[in-house]
């Protein structure tokens, strides 16, 4: 929202998953976010910049960054799936390694609640949920996106299998789009 005056999400690949209903909750922030005079969107830019500005000295000082989109309702334009991968890239945009963002997603929350015994390491005796990536990350954080397997509560999805889930959800949201009253 913070860059509704450059780019309205028009043609966010996102936008095929998220249904008419979740969609609609996205029409008050945008039409208060249009309203803005240049003082406001100047204020929005520098607020993200602050923010982004220092990531990388909390990060240093040892505070936690964990990575999480609150993809969903109240925040438009932030969508389950897509918004994590966008983070961790803005992390690395703003001065995290890519090490320290993909830690971000991974083992920050589990330790956060003191769960690393069970999640964030790739173990015997740990929980089964892998996403196996056929490019390297701390190379690209941009890699986190080229999928080719998710290992779910012990359950393999290969690339086929995720491809099949991702285009039934496209045809079920165009369903509900086609089903929607103007």
Same mark, same amino acid.
């Given at each position: ?51 982004? *500005?220092? #990531?990388?000295? &909390? ?6 960054? !964990? /990575?999480? =989109?609150? @993809? ?22 703003k001065g995290l390694t890519p090490a320290q963002a993909l830690a971000s997603a991974t083992r ?19 929980? *089964?949920? #892998?996403?196996? &990536? ?6 690209? !954080? /941009?890699? =986190?996106? @080229? ?24 045809a079920k949201v165009a369903a509900w789009d086609a089903a929607a009253?103007?």
């Amino acid at each position: 929202m913070a860059w509704l005056d450059r780019d309205d999400h028009g043609k966010d690949a996102g936008l095929a998953y998220v249904g008419p209903k979740l969609r609609k909750t996205y029409e008050w922030r945008v039409e208060r976010a249009a309203k803005a005079d240049a003082a406001g969107i100047a204020a929005r830019h520098k607020q993200i910049e602050d923010i982004g *500005a220092i #990531l990388p000295m &909390l990060a240093e000082a040892g505070v936690p960054i !964990i /990575a999480g =989109t609150d @993809a969903g309702f109240l925040n438009s334009f932030n969508y389950p799936g897509f918004g994590l991968h966008d983070e961790i890239a803005l992390f690395v945009e703003k001065g995290l390694t890519p090490a320290q963002a993909l830690a971000s997603a991974t083992r920050a929350g589990p330790a956060w609640f003191g769960w690393l015994d069970r999640y964030g390491a790739i173990k015997a005796g740990m929980a *089964a949920d #892998l996403v196996l &990536l056929t490019q390297n990350p701390l190379e690209d !954080i /941009a890699a =986190t996106r @080229a999928i080719d397997t998710v290992v779910m509560r012990g359950r393999v999805h290969d690339r086929a299998a995720l491809d099949k889930l991702l285009a039934d959800t496209r045809a079920k949201v165009a369903a509900w789009d086609a089903a929607a009253p103007n």
